[in-house]
């Protein structure tokens, strides 16, 4: 079961390694998932005290008002035999065996985050300590709530501590162990109020009652220890801490523990309850527990650890592939960006995503109703057939049919048409993808390339209708005297309303025909010129001057949003963490 503990250790160091600590932050936290023991207390409940008796080492900061100011993440490690060691995360491959110096750089660390104020920080400090002498075993040490600010300490700081020990407990994988002094009334506790807040059955929570020894004559801690006054789901543990005293003559922690098992075997009211009193009691019963946790955990870590993997990865592919550093690297990655940009286009063109129907809506509505709204017939009006015919005329009056009439009336008519049909042709561009930078620019100037061509081609379709009349239409039409077609008639009956009006009706005929040919022929001219070559060669400009650009100008495009690189790497860093657990709770399965 000692594999376990480790095992967790172990996750624990590679989280805070990796910034994962139980801050809030927008990514997926393994810690939060992970059991601990967090050790909650106020100020002068022993709280020191008593993991200074489970380490059995002088190693904790002391002093007045607040002296832990960060969490401290303690994990103990059982060894045989050697010497007696710590470390710290921070400071990788340097062995304290002098437990004074551990105090000075607790100090120190807490120091080089919170400045020389007297402010808190949530970042935790990492100590390892190896030892004959403890069991396997991880505890938090959180900083001691306080009713008041002492000098040098903003308002806040009461609220500050309080949420801070809060956002630890508050958390269902972590187990509260609550410090209480034996010679305060248990009412008043802080631990007990903030635990009771958290854990309102005590199901996580163990009660440890200090200064026993402390209380006043006449009095005892028996009903809070046989869980009469007090009630957890777990018995209390009464531990006798060194007297300052002790501390001030540097009392071997051994001996000090030795004194402890004394007290409670020889007192009258404790005796019965002797086998269950004691740090070291408190050190074997709580790693029992924790172990008994993890190993009911590990099926769920499991399944987040394997849920996590899927959507950092997920994220991460969307995010893309850093940049690479070499310029044969920046342009494969170009070329990459620009073939993802370029399908994307004709799938939009072929309907495979949203975009292509638009198309089809320009030439089937927009097209027609801008021809429609052009109202020939207005433009054949009376009038203005009479004006083109006698101008046409000229000085000499038609002698069968105003030929050089109809040809001015139906060009008049068809020019008209150019303007719905270059419509049709600037519609198309409103409905490319677009993209940041170059290979966006480059797709707009190769689209508007197009377009003038488009356009070019389309108009001649227009302009050829004006230059050429199908001929066959006016020869079907019938060439009697009634329509026009007796020479005999003079001028004056040849200008006159029923003549005129069927000289504009078989004009709006003829035009009606052409815009019906116009509507299929247009959007052919615009596929061809327009949407086929944008499929074919949106981006082969852009390719050609693609390949004489220098290796700083493919950094230059491929400049990157630094928000963007910024996730990708704390991505990429939570994903090594959470591969690596899996890794880890993986061998422990195996091993057993």
Sequence with gaps: ???????????????????????ENALPTLWDSLPAIAVVGGQSSGKSSVLESVVGKDFLPRGSGIVTRRPLVLQLHRINEGQEYAEFLHLPRKKFTDFALVRKEISDETDRETGRSKQVSTVPIYLSIYSPNVVNLTLIDLPGLTKVAVEGQPDSIVGDIE????????????????????????ATSDAIKISREVDPKGERTFGVLTKIDLMDKGTDAVDILEGKSYRLQFPWIGVVNRSQADINKS????????????????APEYKHLAHRMGSE???????????????????????????TIIELEGELSRLGKPIAADSGGKMYAIMEICRVFDQIYKEHLDGVRPGGEKVYNVFDNQLPAAI??????????????????????????HLIAPEQGYRRLIE???VSIRGPAEAAVDAELKQYPSLKVEVGNAAVDSLERMRNESKRATLKLVDMECCYLTVDFFRKLPQDAEKGGNPTHSI?????????????????????????????????????????????????????????????????????????????????????????????????????
């Excluded at 009479?386 to 000229?394: H, N, S, Y």
Aim: with cysteine; proline share 3%.
């Design 412 to 414: 008049s008519s068809l």
């Design 251 to 266: 009392v071997d922690m051994i001996a000090a523990r030795r004194r402890e098992r004394e007290y409670f075997s020889n």
């Design 492 to 592: 004056f009956d040849r200008y006159n309303d029923s003549y005129l009006r069927r000289i504009g009706t078989t004009v709006l005929s003829y035009v009606n025909m052409v815009c019906a040919s116009l509507r299929n022929s247009i959007p052919k001219s615009i596929v061809y010129c327009q949407v086929r070559e944008a499929k074919r060669t949106l981006l082969d400009h852009f390719f050609a001057e693609l390949g004489k650009k220098e290796t700083k100008q493919l950094s230059s495009m491929l400049d990157e949003d630094p928000a963007v690189m910024e996730r990708r790497a704390a991505l990429a860093k939570r994903l090594e963490l959470y591969r690596s657990a899996q890794a880890e709770i993986d061998a422990v399965a195996w091993a057993k």
């Design 372 to 397: 429609k709204r052009l109202q020939f017939d207005k433009h054949l009006s009376m009038e203005n057939v009479r004006k083109l015919i006698t101008e046409a005329d000229g000085y000499q009056p």
């Design 163 to 186: 949420n801070m020990v809060r956002s630890f407990i508050e958390k269902p994988n972590c187990i509260i162990l609550a410090i209480s002094p034996a010679n305060q009334d248990l």
């Design 1 to 23: 079961m000692e594999t376990l503990i480790s095992l967790v250790n172990k996750l624990q160091r590679a989280c805070t390694a990796l910034g994962d600590h139980g801050e």
């Design 281 to 307: 009691h408190l050190g074997t019963m709580l790693s029992k527990h924790l172990e008994q946790v993890i190993k009911s955990r590990i099926p769920g870590i499991q399944s987040l650890i394997s849920k």
